[in-house]
Each structure stands twice: as C-alpha cells, then as structure tokens.
C-alpha cells in the first residue's frame, strides 16, 4: 500500500517483529521484500508503531491482516485475532472509515463482525468489506503488486468506490476486479484453496496408482497439462502440500460447512487432505525399502526443510514431517534449508541441523530430496557420488533429472515412479 502511494502506520502485537521491521529488516524470508521495505521505509509512506491508537486514529480504511489458524484440537479456524483487531479498530477510530478484512475467515464471519462494529457514543461509523488475500509465500510481492484478481465483497457503493480508489494502481495495471457481497467474497478464498489442494491430491492420487501399475506420473501430468481445460499448474506430483494455508483452510472449510448443515457438500475435502498426508507415509515406506525397512543407525540426508521453496515458512512442512519421521524411526536425519533451518529447529530441536548440502549429505546412506529448491537442481550427482557412503536418492518433489543421477551411479526412488521403485 506505501509502494503505491499511501500514508500507511502498521499495528502488529509482536513488539520483535515490528522493531525489526521499523528498522528495515523483514522478521521472515520473502525474496524482494528487503528491499521494497527499505524503499518504502525510506519514503516516509509506511510507519510501523506499538501503539494501535496511532496506527488506527486518522485512518480512512483499516486493514485486518491477522492470522486464522486452526484451532488447538479441533478442524475449526481460531478467530480471537481477527476479533481482538477488530476491537481494537471498534475502540480507537477516530471518524468514519472502512474495516477491510484480508484475514481468511470462514463464510459469515464479516456480516457477524459488522453487527460488532457499532459503539455506544456512535462517533464514527465503521463499515466492513472483505478484500481476501490470495498471494503465495515465495512470490508474495509480484502476487500483491500484480494480483491475478482482486474481490471486493462490499455493502455499499461508496465501499465500493473506496478500495477501487485505494487499489487504482494496481487496477491501472489492467488488473480484473469482483465486487460482490460479503459471503461470496469470503468463499472465494476458501474455494480456491479447496480447489488448489484438490488439482494437488488429485495428481497425488493418480501417484499412487501409477506406483503400483508401473506407470509415470510426470508424464500423466504433462499430458493432462497440455489440456487448457486442465492446464499444467498445480499438478505437479510429491510429497503433497503444506503450509500456514491450504491445510489449515479446507479443514475450517469443511468444519463451517457441518456447522451449516452443509457437510456432505465439501465432504471430500476430508479425502483430498488424507490423500495428501498420505504421501508423507508413503515417502517413509520408498526409503524403508530401500533400507530392508531397518532405519536404525542409517544416515539419511533430507534436502529441505520448508514447506516450499523460496520460503522460511516451516508450518506444516512435509519435508519435516518426513525428517521427523524417519528421525522417530531410528535413522540419524541430518536436515539442510537454504533458509528455514531456524524455523525447523525451533519446531523439531531434536534433528540436527546443517549450514551447507555437502555436510548434510557427507557419509549419508540415503538422501532425501524434500524441497524443490533451485540450489539442489543444480546438485552435480557425480560429485556427491564421493561424499555419500551409498548413492541412494529418493527424490519427494520430482524436480531433478533421474537420468543424469543414475548415470552417475546413483540408484534413483521417486513418488509416483512405478518403474523406477521397481
Ligand atoms: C496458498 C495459495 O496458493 C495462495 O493463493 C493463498 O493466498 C495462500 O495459500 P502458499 O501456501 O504460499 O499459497 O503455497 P502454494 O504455492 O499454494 O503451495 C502450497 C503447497 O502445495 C506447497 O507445499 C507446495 O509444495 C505444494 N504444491 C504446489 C504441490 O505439491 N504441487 C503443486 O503442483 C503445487
């Protein structure tokens, strides 16, 4: 919002985080981000402060950008965050404005939130619109500046024309937008999470039956990639999803449908999410093969620790998740992340942890690629050969080039390979 020309003053109720964003240091790796906080820092435009009454007082609109994870022991979204933000708006505006909510929330949350907003001295009136967030970790930027669409759940015209104003540069950009009510504008995220984490189960699916017909799956992928009705992206087969997001948002999908009476519509969500898990079980079972299923005493080498590449983000990682597994199982897993090995150690302190790939990998018996990031793509197999004490490679994202790998000698697993794990 600085970038494109407005006065902006964050509240956040992490002090850490907000000094070090005061002082130009982004408190989470995002490529590009570094750089556009400084410039905007530099600007004058963007002012991060303790106090919520700073940051709200004189604001024309509030951004609610909480999170909403799930809820401890249950499928549910947590929301005290978005509520206590909220009442932090409720208790210090200063003159009418606009609450926009960006958190994800499940259907019905905003028209709740909105019978919220109304104070006993009605100094201010406060509307809500929903404006959800859709950017992915790793392009976060290019996502926000340049946005595939931008949804504006609304209930009136002047909110309307408030955050058409707010984005006009953005829109200049030819960029399509969707005004419609609140509910929609709340299901749009939701739905398309759903729909993401389906394209990715399905592929995942299609995984297990070419492992046991000895098909390919990168090659059914390709194919059903060319189809413009399908098309390639998020059909990519591995070790499945994860993250603060797509996990965490078809359980709260599925939990607000019960609670709608609604249940039976999503209920294959709960297939989609099983399917996923899945993976993780089954990377554990390839590498269990290749071991006689003895982990004990092994050394294995897992190659990323993030839930994707370019990001620090380590929640619901399956690459941990496997790490942790196998480490459960007896092995020694020595863990290697361009970026997320604090993150991971403060998750699972129990593994150990390595600076560079060459130490992780040195007198392993088996190597884990869990991560797709460039840095391990470009992984000459031949040189590793010599570290390794046995080259067995079993590949969780197929993103490397097998043939190349066994040339060099290396006996090649992936997911999804039915020839391959032969
Ligand atoms: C997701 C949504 O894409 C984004 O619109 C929303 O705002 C937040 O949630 P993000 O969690 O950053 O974004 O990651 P995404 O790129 O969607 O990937 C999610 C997971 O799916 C990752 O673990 C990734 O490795 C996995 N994935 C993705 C696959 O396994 N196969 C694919 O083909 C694509």
Same mark, same amino acid.
């Given at each position: 919002?600085?970038?494109?020309?407005?006065?902006?003053?964050?509240?956040?109720?992490d002090?850490?985080?907000?000094?070090?964003?005061?002082?130009?240091?982004?408190?989470?790796?995002?490529?590009?981000?570094?750089?556009?906080?400084?410039? %905007?820092?530099? &600007?004058?435009?963007? !002012?991060?402060? #303790?106090?919520?009454? *700073?940051?709200? +007082? =004189?604001?024309?609109?509030?951004?609610?950008?909480v999170?909403?994870?799930?809820?401890?022991?249950?499928?549910?979204?947590?929301?005290?965050?978005?509520?206590?933000?909220?009442?932090?708006?409720?208790?210090?505006?200063?003159?009418?404005?606009?609450?926009?909510?960006?958190?994800?929330v499940?259907?019905?949350?905003a028209?709740?939130?909105?019978?919220?907003?109304?104070?006993?001295?009605?100094?201010?009136?406060?509307?809500?619109?929903?404006?959800?967030?859709f950017l992915?970790?790793?392009?976060?930027?290019?996502?926000?500046?340049?946005?595939?669409?931008?949804?504006?759940?609304? %209930?009136?015209? &002047?909110?309307?024309? !408030?955050?058409? #104003?707010?984005?006009? *540069?953005?829109? +200049? =950009?030819g960029?399509?937008?969707?005004?419609?009510?609140?509910?929609?504008?709340?299901?749009?995220k939701?739905?398309?999470?759903?729909?993401?984490?389906?394209?990715?189960?399905?592929?995942?699916?299609?995984?297990?039956?070419?492992?046991?017909?000895?098909?390919?799956?990168?090659?059914?992928?390709?194919?059903?990639?060319?189809?413009?009705?399908?098309?390639?992206?998020?059909?990519?087969?591995?070790?499945?999803?994860?993250?603060?997001?797509?996990?965490?948002d078809?359980?709260?999908?599925?939990?607000?449908?019960?609670?709608?009476?609604?249940?039976?519509?999503?209920?294959?969500?709960?297939?989609?999410?099983?399917?996923? !898990?899945?993976?993780?079980?089954?990377?554990?079972?390839?590498v =269990?093969?290749?071991?006689?299923?003895?982990?004990?005493?092994?050394?294995?080498?897992?190659?990323?620790?993030?839930?994707?590449?370019?990001?620090?983000?380590?929640?619901?990682?399956?690459?941990?998740?496997?790490?942790?597994?196998?480490h459960?199982?007896?092995?020694?897993?020595?863990?290697h992340?361009?970026?997320?090995?604090?993150?991971?150690?403060?998750?699972?302190?129990?593994?150990t942890?390595?600076?560079?790939?060459?130490d992780?990998?040195?007198?392993?018996?088996?190597?884990?690629?869990?991560?797709?990031?460039?840095?391990?793509?470009?992984?000459?197999?031949?040189?590793?050969?010599?570290?390794?004490?046995?080259?067995?490679?079993?590949?969780?994202?197929?993103?490397?080039?097998?043939?190349?790998w066994?040339?060099?000698g290396?006996?090649?697993?992936?997911?999804?390979?039915?020839?391959?794990?032969?």
């Open positions: 919002m600085a970038q494109v020309g407005h006065e902006v003053r964050v509240f956040d109720i002090a850490a985080k907000l000094a070090m964003l005061a002082r130009g240091i982004p408190p989470f790796y995002e490529p590009g981000f570094q750089e556009l906080l400084q410039s %905007t820092l530099a &600007s004058g435009r963007l !002012l991060f402060t #303790e106090s919520p009454k *700073e940051a709200i +007082e =004189g604001a024309q609109l509030h951004f609610v950008c999170g909403t994870p799930q809820q401890q022991g249950a499928d549910a979204a947590d929301l005290s965050y978005v509520e206590a933000a909220f009442q932090a708006v409720v208790e210090h505006a200063d003159r009418p404005g606009l609450v926009v909510g960006k958190s994800t499940p259907v019905g949350t028209e709740r939130l909105s019978n919220s907003l109304s104070r006993p001295d009605k100094v201010c009136e406060l509307e809500v619109a929903w404006n959800p967030e992915r970790e790793g392009s976060a930027i290019a996502d926000t500046l340049k946005p595939d669409r931008l949804v504006f759940g609304v %209930t009136s015209e &002047s909110a309307e024309g !408030l955050l058409v #104003e707010v984005y006009n *540069e953005i829109l +200049e =950009g960029i399509p937008y969707i005004t419609t009510d609140l509910a929609t504008s709340e299901m749009v939701v739905a398309a999470n759903s729909f993401l984490a389906t394209k990715i189960s399905f592929i995942n699916a299609m995984a297990e039956i070419c492992e046991v017909a000895g098909a390919d799956v990168v090659t059914l992928s390709r194919a059903l990639g060319y189809d413009e009705r399908i098309g390639a992206r998020f059909l990519h087969a591995g070790l499945g999803f994860g993250g603060g997001c797509l996990p965490k078809i359980r709260a999908f599925s939990a607000r449908a019960g609670e709608l009476g609604a249940a039976d519509a999503v209920s294959f969500l709960r297939e989609i999410d099983k399917i996923n !898990l899945r993976r993780r079980e089954r990377l554990v079972s390839l =269990g093969s290749a071991f006689s299923g003895d982990f004990l005493g092994r050394h294995i080498a897992v190659l990323g620790a993030a839930f994707k590449p370019n990001s620090d983000d380590v929640r619901d990682s399956p690459a941990l998740n496997v790490a942790a597994a196998m459960l199982k007896g092995a020694s897993v020595r863990v992340d361009p970026q997320a090995i604090s993150n991971a150690k403060k998750m699972f302190p129990t593994l942890y390595c600076e560079s790939i060459e992780a990998c040195r007198d392993a018996d088996l190597v884990v690629l869990a991560t797709e990031w460039s840095d391990y793509r470009v992984i000459d197999p031949k040189e590793f050969s010599e570290i390794v004490r046995r080259p067995v490679l079993v590949d969780g994202r197929n993103a490397l080039d097998h043939s190349l066994t040339q060099a290396w006996k090649v697993y992936a997911l999804g390979r039915g020839k391959l794990n032969r």
